[in-house]
């Protein structure tokens, strides 16, 4: 089918290209002369209908008909010079040579840089094809292997002491759930996702059937991470441990849909972010990342006509009512910065425990900078890029917010 469609186009072309070469003098335009020949005659009849009418007389009618016909004249010879041979010989077959040569040449280039070999994709082949690669996902070691390399924080000497102590504890007691949970949060902190990864998996381990899907995802996020964004075949399996225990977890759906976009099948991915989208709440941080991606998503699962449900207006983020406002205006410094860093101690409250959005974990870091407390700040954001690590999107934000503020995780 490729080849007739290209054959089909390139003769329609090459066809249309030639055309005015032997079409020759049959389709000429009339020359501009004969059209002013034509006016010219007119003028002369509408003189002598003038004289018939008494609008002119003899004498103005002949100075008429000697100045128009002068004009014939000129234009008669216009004509002439037009008609006659340029001494340019119209040569078609020399125009039909050099497209020939043309199309040839391009033969030639397609046939060194493109690929003609190359066999047709059906549907279903290219369903195998993809299935084929789902069953041999990369190995998390080989996929590390190839993972750039990613900036590191410099730690601050004082907590990188605290996480020497924590690998010490927790190498004297490797079977410690609690010091396990807390090596595997704070290696990611520090950008050693490796690491972080191993106590991941020692953590699960430990935990044996006690182990929930909160800990098969945050396992999967670590591997992905490691691996540069990419699903290795121990992510798809911390992934399908995860929705096991429980299918509605919102994270290892995501990452399942991850894994299906980046393996060709974009049918199966857009069938569960679309659930996802449309079932998860809005402060969900799977959401805004599968907001922007799925019409690309849509449209190459074969549903290009799908419209994602309109997000809701964001909600104020928690501030300071009326009332607060004007008590604060009769504050003294002291204490107005005291009523703002409660705020700041609520907002983190209830990030803690409700989890939030990556614009409120944003306006978290800043705020915290603000209030002259840029260690903990810088804590925050190196909790955040925790959540958020498989999420580029989410991640821009809290990326964007440290960065306005000058605060780098430790």
Not at 117 to 126: E, H, N, S, V, Y
Not at 211 to 220: E, F, G, S, V
């Given at each position: 089918m490729?080849?007739?469609l290209?054959?089909?186009?390139?003769?329609?072309?090459?066809?249309?290209?030639?055309r005015?070469?032997?079409?020759?003098?049959?389709?000429?335009?009339?020359?501009?002369a004969a059209?002013?020949?034509?006016?010219?005659?007119?003028q002369?009849?509408?003189?002598?209908?003038?004289?018939t009418?008494?609008?002119?007389?003899?004498?103005?009618?002949?100075?008429?008909?000697?100045?128009?016909?002068?004009?014939i004249?000129d234009a008669?010879?216009?004509?002439?010079?037009?008609?006659?041979?340029?001494?340019?010989?119209?040569?078609?077959?020399?125009?039909?040579?050099?497209?020939?040569?043309?199309?040839?040449?391009s033969a030639?280039?397609?046939?060194?840089?493109?690929?003609?070999?190359m066999?047709?994709?059906?549907?279903g082949?290219?369903?195998?094809?993809?299935?084929?690669?789902?069953?041999?996902?990369?190995?998390?070691?080989?996929?590390e292997?190839?993972?750039?390399?990613r900036?590191?924080p410099?730690?601050?000497?004082?907590?990188?002491?605290?996480?020497?102590?924590?690998?010490?504890?927790?190498?004297q007691?490797?079977?410690?759930p609690?010091?396990l949970?807390?090596?595997?949060?704070h290696?990611?902190?520090?950008?050693n996702?490796?690491a972080?990864?191993?106590?991941?998996?020692?953590l699960?381990?430990?935990?044996?059937?006690?182990?929930q899907?909160?800990?098969?995802?945050?396992?999967?996020?670590?591997?992905?991470?490691?691996?540069g964004?990419?699903?290795s075949?121990?992510?798809r399996?911390?992934?399908?441990?995860?929705l096991?225990?429980?299918?509605?977890?919102?994270q290892?759906?995501?990452?399942?849909?991850?894994?299906?976009?980046?393996?060709?099948?974009?049918d199966?991915?857009?069938?569960i972010?679309r659930?996802?989208?449309e079932?998860?709440?809005?402060?969900?941080?799977?959401?805004?990342?599968?907001?922007?991606?799925?019409?690309?998503?849509?449209w190459?699962?074969?549903?290009?006509?799908?419209?994602?449900?309109?997000?809701?207006?964001?909600?104020?983020?928690?501030?300071?009512?009326?009332?607060?406002?004007?008590?604060a205006?009769?504050?003294?410094?002291?204490?107005?910065?005291e009523?703002?860093?409660?705020m700041?101690?609520?907002l983190?409250?209830?990030?803690?425990?409700?989890?939030?959005?990556?614009?409120e974990?944003a306006?978290?870091?800043?705020?915290?900078?603000?209030?002259?407390?840029?260690?903990?700040?810088?804590?925050?954001l190196?909790?955040?890029?925790?959540?958020f690590?498989a999420?580029?999107?989410?991640?821009?934000?809290?990326e964007?917010?440290?960065?306005e503020?000058g605060?780098?995780?430790?």
């Amino acid at each position: 089918m490729f080849w007739i469609l290209t054959a089909a186009m390139t003769a329609m072309v090459a066809a249309a290209i030639l055309r005015p070469f032997f079409r020759g003098s049959a389709g000429t335009a009339e020359p501009a002369a004969a059209y002013d020949l034509g006016v010219y005659r007119d003028q002369l009849r509408e003189v002598d209908r003038d004289v018939t009418r008494g609008v002119l007389t003899q004498t103005e009618a002949e100075r008429l008909r000697t100045e128009i016909g002068r004009k014939i004249l000129d234009a008669d010879r216009a004509m002439a010079r037009q008609a006659a041979p340029s001494g340019k010989v119209s040569r078609p077959w020399i125009a039909a040579v050099l497209l020939g040569a043309a199309l040839v040449a391009s033969a030639a280039v397609y046939w060194r840089l493109g690929a003609p070999a190359m066999p047709d994709l059906p549907l279903g082949a290219r369903i195998a094809a993809a299935d084929e690669r789902l069953r041999d996902l990369p190995l998390q070691a080989d996929a590390e292997a190839r993972a750039p390399e990613r900036p590191k924080p410099q730690p601050d000497p004082d907590y990188l002491r605290l996480i020497e102590q924590l690998r010490a504890a927790v190498a004297q007691r490797p079977d410690d759930p609690q010091g396990l949970a807390l090596l595997a949060e704070h290696e990611a902190r520090l950008g050693n996702t490796a690491a972080a990864r191993q106590a991941q998996e020692r953590l699960i381990a430990v935990r044996g059937t006690d182990a929930q899907a909160a800990d098969h995802t945050r396992l999967a996020a670590l591997m992905i991470e490691a691996a540069g964004g990419l699903v290795s075949t121990e992510a798809r399996g911390q992934i399908e441990a995860a929705l096991r225990i429980d299918p509605a977890n919102g994270q290892a759906r995501y990452l399942q849909g991850l894994m299906y976009a980046q393996n060709d099948r974009p049918d199966i991915a857009f069938g569960i972010w679309r659930d996802l989208l449309e079932s998860s709440p809005p402060a969900a941080p799977w959401v805004g990342p599968i907001r922007q991606l799925i019409p690309d998503l849509a449209w190459l699962a074969g549903q290009p006509d799908y419209v994602p449900p309109e997000a809701p207006s964001a909600p104020a983020l928690p501030g300071p009512d009326a009332g607060a406002m004007a008590a604060a205006g009769d504050m003294t410094p002291e204490e107005r910065q005291e009523m703002i860093a409660g705020m700041v101690r609520n907002l983190e409250a209830r990030l803690a425990t409700e989890g939030g959005t990556p614009e409120e974990w944003a306006r978290l870091i800043t705020s915290l900078v603000r209030i002259d407390n840029e260690s903990h700040a810088r804590e925050i954001l190196a909790e955040a890029r925790t959540r958020f690590g498989a999420m580029p999107e989410a991640s821009a934000v809290i990326e964007a917010a440290a960065a306005e503020v000058g605060v780098s995780a430790p």
